[in-house]
């Protein structure tokens, strides 16, 4: 037998009755006709006359998508060429996918569909050649897969949503009260910083409890914490109170950093250091601002928490509430609240080197000015070495310019000398604060992102900005500030924020995470696609 155009043909031998074979290399879509002869050792017969016109197609085989939840999931195309709607050939690639994107993971998949190397919200497929209808099954789990900054391509100047699509630490969105338990979802009182390590395990700092929770990327449960006994406690030092500082305690910790090894880093902030963790371990290695002592918790040199403290120097610190590493990682600097500067420690040393907003080492004036601070909350490191500063009390946020100890930028005054409250008028808008704190570069541009903590929302400014393009906690108005958006039994929603506080972090996938201080609680909001 002998298609055309093209000439495939097929040969088969047998003897009476009907007999078959198959033609090979046929084009789906084409047109063919086909002609027979017969043959045999003594003769040949002459060629049939046409066939009619034979149009050959794909196997078209079933996939069935389901999704465990109330969530949609979705197919790339959805159906081979030729093929009815969900049905596709061998061979055909295919990406599947689930909506909303930060609430779903593959859960399972059924028939011989092969499972994925580790849990995430799509996936890429090719249908096999041989077996039946495949079913492909995603589940509701709110997956946490968070990582450091991603590729994705979000809006320039709306980037991401202002209504939270996932909550962590509080059972819905319109509870805020304080939590403790390590049941699901995990209990969190007074979520402050957090982090995101090499194997996207979210570490979470709760001021209220005391205590570091490690948070797995495929789970709402905890399954490490740091500074206490068990997930069910939140004692001051362990239980051993305001004076009884040690190497594996916090008082009230607050910001936190992880280095490239997952070394991490903690602001302890009233027990007046910073502590360094090697990675995996439960009881720090160094102290800054103790004078290498892990015991000792008083501020600037005092020995205890509870005694007045000292004159601030080069290896003390009163009430640290951030720690960022230099660019290069070579260097550490830490934003020492108390006493109203930003030191900076060379490599692994405890001794600082150079200070910001104090003429030297000894200061802890407070002021107004391109050089001086009053009560900083908040500190990001950008790309060049420049530090951006939440300077909280004068109700701006400034910019130093690496190496600089002067600010060249200013936002939220009109200029270096003014500290007005919600400038210049006292209502909110897009570009003044009340109180801001937590600080955070994003996107690849390093917009800005602001927590404005007395004004309950957080701001994003398009890099070089000095006006917001993105308010959250406020259901995108500009010119309020209440706190839960002012409902009327003061409980929280997916819109709203309750005195944020703590820089924000944005995962892989352009989600941005929310430290909500007050509502005890992570909100996160899903990327707004171009």
Not at 166 to 176: K, M, R, S
Not at 242 to 246: K, N, S, T
């Given at each position: 037998m002998t298609a055309a155009p093209g000439g495939a043909s097929c040969t088969t031998g047998g003897i009476g009755g009907a007999q078959a074979c198959k033609v090979s290399g046929l084009i789906n879509g084409q047109n063919y006709t086909f002609t027979a002869r017969l043959t045999n050792s003594a003769f040949a017969g002459s060629v049939s006359p046409p066939s009619n016109s034979v149009t050959p197609g794909p196997q078209c085989r079933l996939l069935t998508l389901l999704a465990e939840g109330s969530g949609v999931l979705t197919a790339a195309p959805p159906s081979s060429p030729g093929c009815p709607a969900s049905f596709f050939a061998p061979g055909a690639s295919i990406v599947l996918a689930a909506a909303p994107a930060a609430g779903f993971t593959v859960a399972s998949w059924s028939g011989s569909l092969p499972g994925p190397t580790e849990l995430q919200w799509q996936w890429d497929y090719t249908m096999p050649v041989s077996a039946a209808a495949q079913t492909a099954t995603f589940a509701q789990c709110y997956s946490l897969s968070v990582e450091m900054l991603g590729g994705a391509t979000v809006d320039s100047d709306?980037?991401?949503?202002?209504?939270?699509?996932?909550?962590?630490?509080?059972?819905?969105?319109?509870?805020?009260?304080?939590?403790?338990?390590?049941?699901?979802?995990?209990?969190?009182?007074?979520?402050?910083?957090m982090a995101i390590d090499s194997q996207r395990n979210l570490y979470v700092v709760q001021s209220g409890s005391h205590r570091v929770s490690v948070c797995a990327p495929d789970a709402l449960i905890p399954f490490r914490v740091l500074g206490q006994d068990n997930f069910n406690i939140g004692a001051t030092n362990r239980g051993l109170g305001?004076?009884?500082?040690?190497a594996d305690t916090f008082f009230q910790p607050t910001g936190l950093t992880l280095d490239d090894q997952d070394g991490l880093y903690v602001a302890d902030y009233r027990n007046n250091r910073v502590l360094f963790f090697e990675p995996g371990a439960d009881s720090a290695t160094r102290v800054y601002g103790q004078s290498g002592s892990f015991t000792s918790n008083g501020a600037n040199h005092a020995a205890t928490y509870s005694l007045p403290g000292g004159i601030a120097s080069a290896e003390s610190l009163q009430k640290p509430i951030a720690a960022v590493l230099a660019p290069s990682r070579d260097g550490l600097f830490i934003l020492d609240q108390g006493n109203s500067p930003i030191l900076y420690y060379p490599a692994t040393s405890t001794t600082a080197t150079?200070?910001?907003?104090?003429?030297?080492f000894t200061g802890s004036n407070f002021g107004v000015g391109p050089d001086k601070m009053h009560g900083p909350s908040g500190l990001t490191v950008d790309a060049s070495g420049g530090l951006w500063v939440g300077d909280s009390r004068n109700h701006r946020v400034l910019y130093f310019p690496a190496g600089s100890s002067v600010a060249t930028r200013v936002l939220g005054q009109p200029d270096f000398t003014s500290n007005v409250q919600n400038s210049p008028s006292g209502v909110p808008s897009a570009a003044s604060f009340s109180y801001p704190c937590g600080v955070a570069l994003v996107d690849d541009d390093e917009s800005l992102l602001v927590m404005d903590n007395a004004n309950n929302r957080a701001l994003y400014f398009k890099s070089g900005a000095t006006e917001a393009t993105t308010v959250w906690g406020q259901a995108g108005d500009f010119t309020t500030n209440q706190l839960n958006l002012g409902s009327a039994d003061g409980s929280p929603s997916a819109d709203s924020l309750n005195g944020p506080y703590f820089p924000p972090l944005v995962d892989q996938a352009e989600r941005l995470l929310v430290s909500d201080w007050l509502n005890n609680r992570v909100l996160m909001y899903d990327p707004i696609p171009v």
């Open positions: 709306h980037p991401r949503a202002t209504t939270a699509s996932v909550v962590l630490g509080q059972a819905d969105f319109v509870t805020g009260a304080v939590q403790f338990a390590a049941t699901a979802p995990f209990g969190l009182a007074n979520t402050c910083g305001y004076d009884a500082a040690r150079r200070v910001i907003g104090q003429t030297d």
